[in-house]
């Protein structure tokens, strides 16, 4: 009596040539995928970078807005 599903398994019929093939093609898809990926991630990082210059200058503004409260009710 044969095995269930008899039979070699799929990559067992191709050829080492025909295996390099599928693997250098799946390689490409990754990179073109990656290269893809990398071109949305570009703006958002500098999106990032921008809110974080802003939070900054924002923090200085509210730092500077608390010294001088403070420094106004010492003088009280």
């Known amino acids: 009596m044969a095995p269930h599903g008899g039979g070699t398994k799929f990559n067992e019929n191709k050829t080492t040539k025909e295996k ?12 073109s995928r990656i290269k893809a990926l990398n071109e949305e991630l570009m ?29 106004r009710k010492e003088y009280r």
């Open 20 to 31: 390099d093939q599928v693997k250098d093609q799946r390689n490409e898809d990754l990179k």
């Open 43 to 71: 703006p958002l990082l500098a999106r990032v970078q921008e809110l974080r210059e802003r939070i900054a200058v924002l923090e200085d503004d509210r730092r500077d807005v608390l010294d001088k409260q403070n420094s």
